[in-house]
């Protein structure tokens, strides 16, 4: 079978951020004038009042202090509490795909691959800004890369399915050199009014270069050594936004069409899973966890990251171990993981083991173990 590594890496970071601080000054002047319009409802037990928030709540949560936003315009805004995005015209670059091709010539560069050693891309991320055409045609388009593209939907595991679809079209020789682009544009989908998930997520890009070993001249790989999937179907994080609120006369825009979790139910299930997840893969190729270099693990919560890796390694993780970057970048959905990679890679040597790893709503799991070369 064809050795298959991954040869470059490329993380784009949009120019403005969100801090905490900023985030809940604008949502306490929200929560505080909706309370008083409402004061009467409240009053009756009819409407549920807006509990205030604090900078210390949401980093004790979730180890966040900042996020990256493709559009800070209008977040802060107490009369709208949403990106306020400029339209682009159909003959224009979207958004999204201007997103891609940015992380993707960072990954290119790195991999040192042309648009013609490249005959396959793949965006995958949470979200796409339209149904069709494909984000990842058009990104095709605008690098100059002959061969195929498709999109692919798989919430916070999109990154690393992603990747298993490279890694397997190069192995079976059905392509020669993928790009897979992770341009998370998550904002939008954000409810900003909501204290439990206004501060989650936050906007970037990411980029991988997949290819078989014998055309890689990079400086820097890892060959990939095994990956593995798994899916579970909850409804504990969800979105409902789609094309069928036209037809069923709901509002496109209500609170259930944007992002929403029970965060309890989250972690208590998904954190044993993805641990169980990830000690078999590594057993199951020969490998035992304190031979495992480093995990670069799903962005979503430092506390869920620090329970995995504790459940592994049976101690506290040492600090470049299990990398967080949720401090700076906020959850990034499915490109989390792969940030904690591009930033926390170059320090290893040859034959240590790493594992790559995402998980999110589906639930879903996907993970890669790669060997530096």
């Given at each position: 079978?064809?050795?298959?590594?991954?040869?470059?890496?490329?993380?784009?970071?949009?120019?403005?951020?969100?801090?905490?601080?900023?985030?809940?000054?604008?949502?306490?002047?929200?929560?505080?004038?909706?309370?008083?319009?409402?004061?009467?409802?409240?009053?009756?037990?009819?409407?549920?009042?807006?509990?205030?928030?604090?900078?210390?709540?949401?980093?004790?949560?979730?180890?966040?202090?900042?996020?990256?936003?493709?559009?800070?315009?209008?977040?802060?805004?107490?009369?709208?509490?949403?990106?306020?995005?400029?339209?682009?015209?159909?003959?224009?670059?979207?958004?999204?795909?201007?997103?891609?091709?940015?992380?993707?010539?960072?990954?290119?560069?790195?991999?040192?691959?042309?648009?013609?050693?490249?005959?396959?891309?793949?965006?995958?991320?949470?979200?796409?800004?339209?149904?069709?055409?494909?984000?990842?045609?058009?990104?095709?388009?605008?690098?100059?890369?002959?061969?195929?593209?498709?999109?692919?939907?798989?919430?916070?595991?999109?990154?690393?399915?992603?990747?298993?679809?490279?890694?397997?079209?190069?192995?079976?020789?059905?392509?020669?050199?993928?790009?897979?682009?992770?341009?998370?544009?998550?904002?939008?989908?954000?409810?900003?009014?909501?204290?439990?998930?206004?501060?989650?997520?936050?906007?970037?890009?990411?980029?991988?270069?997949?290819?078989?070993?014998?055309?890689?001249?990079?400086?820097?790989?890892?060959?990939?050594?095994?990956?593995?999937?798994?899916?579970?179907?909850?409804?504990?994080i969800r979105s409902n936004f789609g094309y069928l609120s036209y037809a069923d006369d709901s509002d496109p825009y209500a609170t259930d069409k944007l992002f929403h979790q029970n965060g309890r139910k989250v972690f208590k299930e998904v954190c044993p899973l993805a641990a169980d997840h990830l000690q078999g893969q590594v057993e199951k190729i020969g490998l035992s966890v304190p031979d495992?270099?480093?995990?670069?693990?799903?962005?979503?919560?430092?506390?869920?990251?620090?329970?995995?890796?504790?459940?592994?390694?049976?101690?506290?993780?040492?600090?470049?171990?299990?990398?967080?970057?949720?401090?700076?970048?906020?959850?990034?959905?499915?490109?989390?993981?792969?940030?904690?990679?591009?930033?926390?890679?170059?320090?290893?040597?040859?034959?240590?083991?790493?594992?790559?790893?995402?998980?999110?709503?589906?639930?879903?799991?996907?993970?890669?173990?790669?060997?530096?070369?």
């Amino acid at each position: 079978m064809t050795s298959v590594v991954i040869s470059g890496s490329g993380l784009w970071k949009p120019a403005e951020t969100v801090t905490n601080e900023e985030l809940v000054q604008a949502y306490n002047a929200y929560a505080q004038k909706y309370n008083a319009i409402h004061a009467q409802e409240i009053s009756n037990g009819t409407v549920v009042e807006k509990p205030l928030s604090s900078a210390a709540f949401i980093e004790k949560a979730s180890g966040i202090k900042q996020r990256y936003t493709y559009c800070k315009a209008g977040i802060l805004d107490v009369d709208r509490m949403r990106p306020l995005l400029p339209e682009r015209g159909e003959d224009e670059l979207s958004h999204q795909a201007e997103m891609a091709v940015n992380a993707a010539k960072m990954a290119m560069s790195a991999a040192r691959k042309k648009p013609a050693d490249i005959d396959m891309v793949v965006v995958s991320c949470a979200y796409t800004q339209r149904a069709y055409p494909a984000i990842a045609i058009e990104v095709q388009q605008a690098l100059g890369i002959e061969g195929f593209a498709f999109d692919m939907l798989v919430a916070c595991s999109a990154a690393t399915f992603a990747l298993h679809r490279a890694y397997d079209a190069v192995a079976a020789g059905s392509a020669q050199c993928v790009l897979v682009i992770n341009p998370e544009l998550t904002t939008p989908q954000i409810n900003f009014t909501d204290r439990d998930g206004h501060f989650i997520f936050g906007d970037v890009s990411t980029a991988v270069i997949v290819e078989s070993s014998q055309t890689c001249t990079s400086s820097v790989s890892f060959e990939v050594l095994g990956t593995q999937a798994v899916t579970r179907y909850s409804n504990n994080i969800r979105s409902n936004f789609g094309y069928l609120s036209y037809a069923d006369d709901s509002d496109p825009y209500a609170t259930d069409k944007l992002f929403h979790q029970n965060g309890r139910k989250v972690f208590k299930e998904v954190c044993p899973l993805a641990a169980d997840h990830l000690q078999g893969q590594v057993e199951k190729i020969g490998l035992s966890v304190p031979d495992v270099k480093r995990w670069w693990l799903h962005q979503a919560n430092i506390n869920m990251n620090d329970f995995i890796v504790r459940r592994l390694l049976g101690r506290e993780p040492k600090l470049r171990e299990a990398p967080i970057v949720l401090d700076e970048f906020a959850n990034t959905a499915s490109a989390g993981s792969i940030i904690a990679f591009h930033l926390y890679h170059e320090d290893l040597i040859a034959g240590d083991v790493g594992v790559i790893c995402s998980f999110g709503a589906g639930y879903s799991i996907g993970s890669l173990i790669v060997r530096k070369r």
